[in-house]
């Protein structure tokens, strides 16, 4: 008889199935365990004695993963048969799992304190990675040769069999303090605990501290002592207890910010503190590698919930640094979007990427400084500079993107095609027709035909520059909006004549209502704040159907010179935009005869348009992408389809 414990996952990466062949290792229990596209399936024999000690230790060095869905286990006679999917051993890039962390807060353990401490199943690989393929020798660790007790490690832990990284305190990377008189080099465990105490205090004190963490340079500050910083910051909730006390937050987001993939999420604020610091939301990020968790532990024990923290680069100003000398590669961190029971990538390379992609032809893609490349058989989607030399028979290039090649068959592509292939071929619907909507600043309705994207609905092209006079000449009595426009509000009008062509629709929408936060998001989070009901109805289009931005605009000014709240508009803004898809898609489903909806690009991932897209075109159930960001970064993989 055999007992079969199944566990939906939706990704193609391997650390949680490679975790539970580990922990069967070393329980010596024999186990068979398997991934297959949606599922992770572990066989045991039910008679085996070790079992039931086996699942409850399962369940302790498990970690939550956003991947991870429903599970269940049932007994079977016949062993069932399932379709495993190949497994390419890439680094990875997400939290240490639950059994090094307890290394790290171990006192006996020789990685008590030490931030680099991973396993063959965690921890931030990536950032040393050189060059493909992944070994030691292509990694900066290679210039750290392992102590003997590290050595030994490599031949008998079962999660650190001849794992590439193995490094602790004696023969790992070694840290130092500077602040602007002094030096400390950490040399031993007690050194390490003392440099994060000393950080954390300093933090809480109200001081800056610049460090350097395996996800680049992040300048860590107490938000209430240095109120001046917090725009445009990261709040780091150190403490899981505290989310609820300051965080308007549901299950899935809770789940999500503790994941072992640790992505940022904007959510609600709660706590009159938080609400005073960051206004209605708040981008969130729970501790995510060993140099922030270690110094969140300390910020804890100093009596904080919280700190926040800027992504920078090595010249920031700050009161202590504290970093290392290996050389890292950073990557841009991942946004998640969630609404009820539904999680999307918004954007970001980490935890996504590296990635293996199936793909028959032999092509490079490049965009966005990612590129797909042929590694020994497998096709890898990561950094660009990472690849060390690119052989294929072609190349396409993103059109905007800054690359200099020899390639004889050299293409290029824009982002709305390759994004909505990305979709079409993450839910294997290639060759099939369908409509999609690319959403990215500006707004393209978009018709693929079984072989290539077309732009249907294209938007009008908008340039921020010399705006007046594209209002004023855009119908009967815009002029007049124009003049009043100026006596009401005079600065805005100004600064509204001065701007830069480049600027798009909502960076101009936010300046136009006066925003703080002069940008998308600025607009979303004046929108979450809104808690009535809709009805404000704002022009989108005067001609054919296209989205017109200068009418947009012009509808926004006469709201505002008739009092209507910001908050009230910022919400009618994203109805109106949802209300104009509705509109326009059943449209264009007719018309090609197809019934399948495809949505991308980043401004989707929004709260207001989110809830409004789902009542006008849900009934069609939109496709998204599954394991791919929906914004730019899904186009290097899209392109494999062009
Ligand atoms: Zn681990
Ligand atoms: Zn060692």
Redesign the pocket.
Known sequence: MYFIFEMEFSSNKNYITQLIRAFALKKEIMAEVLQTNEKIILICNQEDEKLESFLLGLEEILPSSLFLGKSKHYFSEEKPLYAPINEVELPLNIA??P??QKEMFDVSSRRYYYPFT??N???SQHPFLTKYPYKRANTTMKFLVPCKECENEAKVNA?RLDYKLISCIECGISIRMLDKESEHLAHNKGDFRKLFEVSGGAVAAGKSVLMKTQHGYRKFFNPKNNKDLVSGTTLLIASATAINTHLMIVEQEFNALLSIERPLLRVATKSDELKELYGSSVLVKYPDEGMTMLLAKEVISAGLDYIAYKECDENEDADFLVDFDMPIQTQKDTKIFINQDVTLFVSGERVLYPTQVQSAINRVSVAHGLACVNVEGNNIIDSLEIFDAIHADEIYIYENEDLETEAAHEKQFNQYEASMLSVIAEHGKLGQKAVGVHFDGSLNFLYYNGTKVINAVPAIDFESDNLWEKISTLRDGSDRLVGNYKKAYPEIWERLDNLEGDMDIFEVTAITLGLEDESFEGISAQALSFLGKGGLQIDTKVKDNRFDNYAFLTSIMSYQLGDVENDYMCYSIYESFGDYIGEIIPQLLEKVKTNTVILTGETFANQSLYARIQKTIGQYKPLTNKNLPMGKENAVYGALYL
């Open positions: 240490p799992c059994t090094c991973s396993c199943n965690c921890g999660l």
